[in-house]
Structure formats: C-alpha cells, structure tokens
C-alpha cells in the first residue's frame, strides 16, 4: 500500500489541475486515472468538437471567399476524413502536454480504476479488473466527471448514437434528428449543417437553449433557421423506431426521420464502480455530490470537484474548483464562485455570457438598466464580414454595477473573457464605458453596449438628452 497527502481520482480538466495544484503546494499527490488524460473535454468533448468547427469555419470561409474579393476556382469540398484525422493530432498533442505537465509537478499517475474501500483507501485496478496498487491518502478529491445520459425510452441500434460516437462518423451524415435542443445539440446542429446534412432539432421546452438568455439564443435560432436546420419546439419526440437504415419519431402528429438520432438530453454522474458507499460521501437523489463552497463533501478530508457535483459541467469551473479543493486540502483557504462562470456556446453565431439574464433578474426583481450595442454598427465586424448579433450589458438600475454582460456574434467566446474580470471586480457600466478600447476590434461592442446603458453611444441613434 502506498501512501499520499493528496489523492485525486479522476485526471480530466478539474482532476489533473487539482492534482498539479496540490504539488506545487508541496503535497505528495497522486493521480488515478481510467481512461486518457483530459477526460471527457479532451477526448470527446469540447476539444474535438472545436476543432471539427474550426475546419468548417475554414470550410464556410472558402465557400463565401468571393464577397472577400478572392477567387477560388474549382470546386471546394469538405474533407472529413482529414477532418478527423485533424482532430486525433490535436488531441494527441494535448494529451501529451497534460502528462508532461503531471510529470513534471512530481505528481503520482496510476492508470486504472480506483474505488473505495474505506474513507482513507482507494484500490486501483486495471480494464480486465486485475490489481493494480492499494493507495491510501488523508485528503481525497473526486473529480471522475459524467457521462451522456441515454434514457431507457431511447431504442439501441447503430443509428442511435451519442456525441461520443458522432464525433468519430466515418462519413458525413445526409440527415440528422437531434433529440434535445441544448448547447451539445445546437453545436453539433451548426457544424453538421454547414457541411450539407439535413438537421432537425426537437426540443421539448419552448425555446432551444433554454436557460440562456432569450435575446441573445433567440438571434442564433434565426440564424440556425437560415441554414435550413429545422427546430421542433413545445412538443416531444416520442414513438421512436431505428433499424439498420435510419430512425424516426414523431412530434405531435407529424413525422420526423433521418439517417442518425443523436440522444442530447443531458448528463448522469460517471461514478459506476467507485464504490462511493465505502467512503460515507453523500449523493442526492439523481447521484451528484453535493459540495459546499470550499468543494468539500459531508464527510471530512473528502472533496469534490467539476460534473460529479452536478452543478456546473463546463471544463473551466472544474478546474476552478481543482484549485479551490487542492488549496483546501493542503491547508490554505479559497472558495468557489460559481455565480461568475463564463459559458461559451460554438454555435453559428457564437454565445458568450456570464453574470445574470435579463429574465433572472426579473424573476429577483431586480431594476435594470440595459445598454445593446449591435455588431452590424461596427467597422471590424463589416471588415470580416460578420454583423450578425450584438452585445448587451444588462447594469443595476440603483448603483450601476453590471450584473451580466451576453454577447451572441462573431468571436464571443473569446470576447467575453474582458467581462468575467470585470464583474468580479464589481465594475459600473460607467467604469467599463470609460476604459479605451482599441479601434477597429470586436471589442469596441463592450465599451459601445457600456455607453448605451446610459443612452450615450456615439455610433448608434439616441435622443438628445432634455
């Protein structure tokens, strides 16, 4: 049996950046991990995903290269074998990058499963259930993430997949019925769209992407309409049927087919085999644990960390979360905010957003004031020839302080890093109007939307002040 400060069961985003945190706080540390490192994000997730749209990006830019004023001559074709081919290489390199790092922090890496077998003790085995070590340690974090959720009403068969098999199709599908209208399904709907496939969405719920700002999902849906992608909206899909050919269902009384079902309806903890019992830590009713502030869990030197918490399953709030339960474990203080969580949807156009919606505030009756400042008035944004969206801060209508800032347009995953900074230091709309901007950038729609909360935006029309 070998023993450690510091123990951290899973080596995705929250686990391995948990692991190299509680190194480098001079923690003995180890690492058990069952899969590859990167966990889902890496290896079918967020990377392998962006970097499929990073090639359709090119793909649509080469399509449109003429209103550029450059002329492409023969026809221009995806490649989706080298395409996915793309996709392993980046993610191989990461992959590699994470061991290094592991390696070079001095951290422990155990391949194989790891379950409890009391609150202090954690045996590892390997795929064919063989012993690996017996590893016993006085703080544990749990950071084993979560998989697709695939309910029993959901028929099996080869055309019934989920994101992990659709991002490795050996060929572009025809057609594609995306049950579940959230943030997975809209990506994978933009990206199978610009390549040619037929796509249709069912969402159960009113609208798609249901819990992020209206305004800003409701421009993407016009958009995702433009490039023929069907949404069902308000009803579900039921009477499922799949074979060797295709799928389909119905929606109220119509009809809806396609070559592949895409199951996107949310996630389950992946804490199968762990043996969670053995530890005391607590689950609630759907199987998350359920942590405070600090990532702790109800039993004492036991943290949890990223989607096994259930509350926050994006790749940068678990490794936020690693940092905060490595510093705890090894002594220090630090806590969690998962009120200022950025999310970034790759849509076409993309979502970038953090803070509250305007329809959370209206539910806390919050007084608002609101500044929108659209990228159709803005000089780069015609330079690269995307004008559709806007940025939109939405102030405390008593004190100023911004309390949410919701970009959908061109590069607003990237832009709403300058808002997350922002809103922890608790800025005024007036302070970020008054910071420079740099002219012609994306970036000036902050500063204008910052201005228009105050109805003092030079480049859009306003009633002169009585």
């Not at 966990?39 to 090639?55: E, F, Q, S, V, Y």
């Not at 951290?107 to 017996?134: N, Y």
């Not at 905060?324 to 970038?352: H, Q, R, W, Y």
Request: hydrophobic share 40%; proline share 4%.
């Amino acid at each position: 049996m070998q023993e450690f400060e510091v123990l951290v069961i899973g080596g995705g985003p929250g686990g391995y950046v948990a692991a190299i945190r509680a190194a480098k706080n001079g923690a003995k540390t180890a690492l058990v991990e069952r899969r590859e490192f990167g966990g889902t994000c890496l290896n079918i997730g967020c990377i392998p995903t962006k970097t499929l749209i990073a090639g359709v990006d090119v793909y649509h830019k080469a399509r449109h290269a003429m209103e550029f004023g450059v002329k492409i001559t023969g026809d221009v074709t995806p490649d989706w074998e080298a395409m996915l081919a793309r996709k392993e290489s980046v993610i191989k390199t990461l992959r590699g990058g994470i061991g290094s790092l592991l390696k070079a922090a001095g951290v422990t890496v155990f391949k194989g499963h790891g379950a409890f077998t009391s609150r202090k003790t954690v045996k590892v085995v390997d795929a064919e259930g063989a012993p690996v070590e017996e590893i016993t340690a006085d703080k544990i974090i749990i950071a084993s993430g979560s998989e697709t959720l695939v309910p029993g009403f959901i028929p099996k068969g080869k055309r019934v997949i989920t994101s992990t098999e659709l991002l490795s199709i050996p060929e572009i599908p025809k057609s594609l019925l995306i049950l579940g209208g959230g943030v997975i399904g809209c990506e994978f709907a933009c990206l199978f769209a610009e390549l040619g496939t037929k796509v249709t969405i069912v969402e159960m719920l009113e609208s798609i992407m249901p819990n992020i700002d209206r305004e800003t999902s409701g421009v993407v849906a016009a958009q995702m309409r433009k490039m023929g992608i069907e949404i069902m909206n308000g009803k579900p899909l039921g009477d499922l049927k799949a074979d060797d050919n295709g799928v389909s269902g119905k929606v109220g009384d119509l009809t809806v087919s396609a070559d592949y079902l895409l199951v996107s309806i949310g996630r389950k903890p992946a804490l199968d085999g762990m043996n969670i019992a053995a530890s005391g830590v607590k689950t609630n009713e759907r199987g998350w644990i359920p942590v405070d502030a600090t990532c702790r869990t109800n039993v004492p030197g036991i943290f949890a960390i990223g989607d096994a918490t259930g509350s926050w399953q994006l790749a940068h709030a678990a490794s936020a979360m690693g940092v905060v339960a490595a510093d705890v474990a090894c002594g220090k203080k630090n806590a969690f905010d998962g009120s200022l969580v950025p999310g970034c949807i790759f849509t076409s156009p993309e979502i970038g957003s953090v803070g509250k919606s305007q329809e959370q505030c209206d539910k806390e009756g919050i007084e608002t004031k609101v500044g929108k400042f659209p990228f159709a008035a803005l000089g780069k944004a015609m330079a690269i020839n995307e004008t559709v969206g806007f940025c939109k801060i939405i102030a405390d209508a008593k004190t100023d302080q911004v309390l949410g800032i919701h970009i959908v347009g061109p590069h607003a995953t990237d832009l709403i890093a300058e808002a997350c900074p922002a809103l922890h230091l608790e800025i005024t709309a007036r302070e970020l109007g008054k910071a420079i901007h740099a002219h012609p950038t994306l970036g000036e729609a902050m500063m204008e939307a910052a201005h228009a909360v105050h109805g003092e935006s030079a480049h859009i029309p306003s009633r002169k002040k009585k």
